[in-house]
Structures are given as C-alpha cells and as structure tokens.
T-cell receptor
C-alpha cells in the first residue's frame, strides 16, 4: 500500500513555461515533506522541503505548496529550463523515516 | 568532498556471492539510512542506523541482508548469497539528527548487478 503517490509517471513541458508536479499522501501523521531531483546514474539531490505548519515554501524557481486537508502537495518550477529534465521524487516524513513516491519524469523541451 | 560517500559505485557479483556496500555519512551526521531502487520503481526504505545501533530495519528482507554502522568506519550493507532480484541501485543517506523534521542527504549510489 503506497503511502505517497505520484500519479503522473511523466510530464513534458516547454522551456520557459511552468512545470507542476503533484504528490498525494495517505498518512495524516506525516508532517514534513521533501522534494528531490534525480538524474540517471546519480543519487537524489535535495531540492526543497516544507513543514506542515506552512502551506507554501519558495526557493528561487522552486515553490512547494501543501494542502493538508487534501493531503496533497505540489512542486512548481518557474520558468522551466532544459536542465530541469530529471526524475522528481516526493517524500513524506517528520516523525517517520521519509517515505518516497515512485517519481515523475520531467522533460523540458527547448 | 563533504557529501555522503558510497563505494563501490558499481559492483558485479555472480549468483551466490556476497556483496558489501559501504557508506560514509556527511561530516557531522550520525544517522544513516539505506534505500533501494529496483528497476522502474521508486526508492524503498531498507534500514535506519545510528552508530552501533540499528534503529529501524523494517524495510530489510529478513534473510541474506544485514547492515551495520560501527563506532569507527563506514556503514556497511551486506547481501549474502546474492540472487538476480538483488540487482538494483542502493542509496545511502544521512542526517545530522533523527529523520524527525530533518532533511536526509543522499550519496551517489551503488549499482549492484548480479549475473
């Protein structure tokens, strides 16, 4: 039973436009959420996180939104760049060891 | 390099052999986590360790797999009598304190191929 779900295996976006990656979780006890970016043959790189006491956290081109009532979070990348093409993993934790989704492969076309 | 260090990056083993994967956490980090990524799947938690203690091994297969994080030296994930299904990328991560409210940082991974 997946506690963290990324329902879109892939997403294709044009350079300069917004990329929106979605993530849903089932365990209401999760209170800390993270996004990682992963290139092939490399380890996941931490991007941005958000605590459950917030509903938005921004870092440069990356913004994470958290909707606790819907148990949903999203990562917005604006503007998208070709170098953003990678697999993005959502993770949920807090008091728990981070549980990861299956990832969404983002392709940004020039 | 102050990041999480894993070695070897690539390891090929024949069925029935042993695989040992090593992980040195980031400087100042005392908590280590091992995750596995099977082909076409996400990151699955295996084990969480502190120095000389296994805190949570709920994700580790009951047989053939073991992990340790000794007082001195790297954390080691050991897989005995490997089978083809063990072929995967194994990622180590570390954090300064417990995972509670902390970000975990990953190494580059060790790719195990069982032939």
């Amino acid at each position: 039973d997946q506690q963290v779900k990324q329902n879109s295996p892939s997403l294709s976006v044009q350079e300069g436009r917004i990329s929106i990656l979605n993530c849903d979780y089932t365990n209401s006890m999760f209170d800390y959420f993270l996004w990682y970016k992963k290139y092939p043959a490399e380890g996941p790189t931490f991007l941005i996180s958000i605590s459950s006491i917030k509903d938005k956290n921004e870092d440069g081109r990356f913004t994470v939104f958290l909707n606790k009532s819907a148990k949903h979070l999203s990562l917005h990348i604006v503007p998208s760049q070709p170098g953003d093409s990678a697999v993005y993993f959502c993770a949920a934790g807090g008091s728990y060891i981070p549980t990861f989704g299956r990832g969404t492969s983002l392709i940004v076309h020039p | 390099n102050a990041g999480v260090m894993q070695n070897p990056r690539h390891l090929v083993r024949r069925r029935g052999q042993e695989a040992r994967l090593r992980c040195s956490p980031m400087k100042g980090h005392s908590h280590v986590y091992w995750y596995r990524q099977l082909p076409e799947e996400g990151l699955k938690f295996m084990v969480y360790l502190q120095k000389e203690n296994i805190i949570d091994e709920s994700g580790m297969p009951k047989e053939r797999f073991s992990a340790e994080f000794p007082k001195e030296g790297p954390s080691i994930l050991r897989i005995q009598q490997v089978v083809r299904g063990d072929s995967a990328a194994y990622f180590c991560a570390s954090s300064p304190g417990s995972a509670s409210g902390n970000t975990i940082y990953f190494g580059e991974g060790s790719w195990l191929t069982v032939v």
